[in-house]
C-alpha cells in the first residue's frame, strides 16, 4: 500500500490547485491526486464555450499545466482511476484498480455528475451529456454532420449548446418539461427575456414536454413524448442537472447533505477530512448558512482555502463567486444567493423589454444575490453590496432605476477601505 | 516572483468567467461584451497592457494579482514585472 501525506480525490480545479498550494507550502510532503479522467488538468468550463467548440483555439488551449506539471511538483497522479471507498478509521482509500492509498490528510474534491435519463432507450447513441472533455469531443464529432439536434432542459447546458448550433447553422430545438426556460431557478420575466435570444435566433422551444422513450436501433432516431408525439431526433444533448459523486464514501461516516457538509474551514466531520469543489456544502461565512456552488471560482478558490487549512492554517473559506456565461448577443450572471424564498424581497432593475435586466435579491434590507441579464459591467458594485452587507434602505428606490449608476449608489453605502 | 508593474487581459481568450472579478473586485469588472476589463483612474476602462500604478485600485498586492491572474480558467491574465518579462503564466 502507497502512503501519502496529502491524498487528494479529484483531478479537476478544486483538487489540482490544492495539490499545487501544498507543494507551495510543504517542500517535502508526499502529495497523490487521483482523477477520473485520463487527461491531465484541463479547462472544464471552457468545453462548452465557443473557442473551443468552434475550433477558435487550438485543442490545446484547453490544457491549464504542462504535461511535466506532476512530475516537476513531485505530485503522483493515479490518472484515469476512481476511489471506490473510503475507510476512514484507517485512513485508506481503496481505487478501482484494487489499489489501497493510505493518507495523513484526505481532501474530497469529486465534482459532480449530470444527471442521466433512465427512461427506455436511453443508451442509444446520439445522446449527451456535457461534463467531461470526452463528453465535449462527441458533441464536436456529432456537430460535423448533423443538420438539427434536440436539447433537452433549461439551463446553462442547452443555452451555450443553443448558442454553438446557431452558429453553425444547426437548427437548435430546446424541450423543457416547465412552462418557461429555467423555471427551477428563475422568475418568469427572466425565463422569457433568455427564451427571447433564443426565439430571435431560430431555436424552437417546447414546453412542458418530456421524453419517455428514445426510438431507434443502435442509434437515436426520434423521441417520444409525454404528449403522445414523436420527434425526429438523432442528435440529442440532455442538460436536466447533477447529480452527486459521493456514494464510495457514505459508508465511512462522513456527513454527506447534498454534498459533503463542511464548516468554514471546509473541513468535514471526519478528522483528517476536507472537502473543496462542486461536492462541497459548506458554511459559507458571507451568507450566514451552508450553500454548495458549482463554479470554477469557488472550486479554484476553495482548492486553496482546503489545501492551507490541510497544511495547518486555521483560515475561513470566503469568497463571493458568480456564474456566468455568453450567447446569442445575451450574457447572464448569477452572484449570490438567486434563491428566491417568501422572506426575500426582489429589486428589478431594468425590464425585459429593454433586454437589460437585474433582478436584486434583498433580505432584511441587505443585497444577498443577483441575476443579471446584460448587465455584467455592474457586477463587481452588486458584489460588493453582497459582501458588505450593508444596509440598502437608503438607496432601494434608486436600484430600481437602470439609470442610476450603480457604482456611486454603492459608493454611497458602502465605506471606502 | 518580481514585483508586478504591468498587467493585461488577452481579449480572444476570456471568456468573462468573472473568478478574477470574485479574487479582485477592485481590479477587474466585466464590460459590455463580457470581457475582463480594468478600471484606470483615469475613469477608463481596458484590458490593454495597464500599469499597476495607473489602477484604481493601485494599492492592490502582488499576492492578490496573482491568485486573480491563477484563477483564470483561460490563462487570460497576463502579469509583467518591471523589466517587462512575462510573470504570468509562465512561458
Known sequence: ?417 | MAKIAKLCVKRDLCIGAASCIAVSPNVFALDGENKAVMTKKSGVSTSDTTNVAELVADGTSDDELLLAAQSCPTKAIFLYDETGKQAYPES
Open chain 1, 1 to 417: 500500500m502507497q502512503q501519502f501525506n496529502y491524498l487528494i480525490i479529484g483531478a479537476g480545479v478544486a483538487g489540482t490547485t490544492a495539490a499545487e498550494t501544498l507543494r507551495g507550502l510543504d517542500a517535502k510532503a508526499s502529495i497523490a491526486v487521483v482523477g477520473d479522467e485520463p487527461y491531465d488538468f484541463y479547462s472544464r468550463i471552457a468545453l462548452s464555450k465557443e473557442n473551443y467548440m468552434l475550433k477558435k483555439l487550438p485543442e490545446e488551449a484547453i490544457w491549464l499545466k504542462k504535461p511535466s506539471f506532476y512530475t516537476e511538483k513531485n505530485i503522483a497522479y493515479f490518472k484515469g482511476r476512481v476511489a471506490t471507498s473510503l475507510d476512514s478509521k484507517q485512513k485508506q482509500v481503496a481505487l478501482d484498480n484494487g489499489e489501497t492509498l493510505g493518507y495523513d490528510k484526505l481532501l474530497l474534491a469529486v465534482g459532480g455528475r449530470p444527471r442521466c435519463w433512465t427512461l427506455p432507450g436511453s443508451d442509444k447513441k446520439g445522446i449527451h451529456y456535457l461534463r467531461k472533455l470526452d463528453d465535449a469531443r462527441a458533441i464536436m464529432a456529432d456537430f460535423e454532420t448533423i443538420k438539427a439536434g434536440l436539447l433537452v432542459g433549461g439551463g446553462f447546458i442547452s443555452f451555450e449548446l443553443a448558442d454553438i448550433m446557431v452558429k453553425r447553422n444547426i437548427k437548435a430545438t430546446v424541450m423543457l418539461r416547465e412552462p418557461y426556460y429555467w423555471a427551477n431557478l428563475l422568475d418568469e420575466e427572466s425565463g422569457r427575456l433568455i427564451e427571447d435570444v433564443l426565439k430571435k435566433s431560430g431555436v424552437e422551444i417546447l414546453y412542458e414536454e418530456e421524453v419517455v422513450e428514445v426510438l431507434g436501433g443502435e442509434h437515436a432516431e426520434s423521441v417520444r413524448t409525454n404528449k403522445g408525439r414523436t420527434i425526429p431526433a438523432s442528435f440529442i444533448a440532455v442538460g436536466i442537472g447533477i447529480m452527486d459523486c459521493l456514494a464510495p464514501f457514505k459508508p465511512s461516516g462522513v456527513e454527506v447533505g447534498r454534498g459533503v457538509i463542511a464548516d468554514q474551514y471546509l473541513a468535514t466531520n471526519i478528522p483528517d477530512v476536507w472537502t473543496a469543489g462542486d461536492c462541497a456544502e459548506y458554511f459559507d461565512v458571507i451568507f450566514g448558512e451552508r450553500v454548495q456552488l458549482g463554479n470554477w471560482a469557488n472550486a479554484m478558490l476553495q482548492g486553496r482555502s482546503a489545501a492551507q487549512n490541510m497544511f495547518g492554517k486555521k483560515t475561513e473559506f470566503k469568497a463571493l463567486s458568480a456564474y456566468t456565461t455568453t450567447g446569442l448577443g445575451m450574457t447572464i450572471c448569477f452572484v449570490g444567493d438567486i434563491r428566491v424564498t417568501p422572506e426575500k424581497k426582489v429589486i428589478e432593475r431594468g425590464s425585459r423589454a429593454s433586454g437589460k435586466y437585474t433582478r436584486i435579491v434583498t433580505f432584511e434590507g441587505r443585497v444577498v444575490g443577483a441575476m443579471q441579464f446584460n448587465m455584467t459591467p455592474e457586477l463587481p458594485w452588486i458584489s460588493k453590496l453582497i459582501t458588505d452587507r450593508r444596509d440598502i434602505s437608503s438607496i432601494a428606490a434608486k436600484l430600481a432605476d437602470p439609470k442610476e449608476d450603480l457604482r456611486a449608489l454603492a459608493t454611497a453605502v458602502i465605506p471606502p477601505k
